[in-house]
């Protein structure tokens, strides 16, 4: 019903900066919130950064002051800004949607996720 499509990974050394984006399609009319999560090897995914409909934004501590989401609803894509990047960052950056503006329970949709290494 919904389908997401990452871009903007890549290899940056530590102190850089990278902008994700994420296009939504299909279904985006349901859609009641967007987030960035990310998924380390043997790690579980995490929640880096949400934003819902109504503008509320979340970060995890370990980003705070350094990430910054951002929606474009016109254009249905979310973006996540990541400055002072550290190596701790590397993992697997995915894109979530939260479906659910008609129901009462979370409906998550998930890209295909975008590697993020930050290395010297």
């Known amino acids: 019903q919904v389908q997401l499509v990452e871009s903007g990974g890549g290899l940056v050394q530590p102190g850089g900066s990278l902008t994700l984006s994420c296009v939504a399609s299909g279904l985006t009319f349901s859609i009641k919130a967007m987030a960035w999560y990310r998924q380390a090897p043997g790690k579980q995914r995490e929640l880096v950064a949400s934003m819902s409909n109504d503008g509320i934004i979340n970060y995890d501590d370990s980003v705070k002051g350094r990430f910054t989401i951002s929606r474009d609803n016109a254009k249905n894509t979310v973006y996540l800004q990541m400055n002072s990047l550290k190596p701790d960052d590397t993992a697997v950056y995915v894109c979530?949607?939260?479906?659910?503006?008609?129901?009462?329970?979370?409906?998550?949709?998930w890209g295909q996720g975008t590697q993020v290494t930050v290395s010297s």
């Open positions: 979530n949607a939260d479906g659910s503006v008609y129901s009462d329970y979370d409906v998550f949709y």
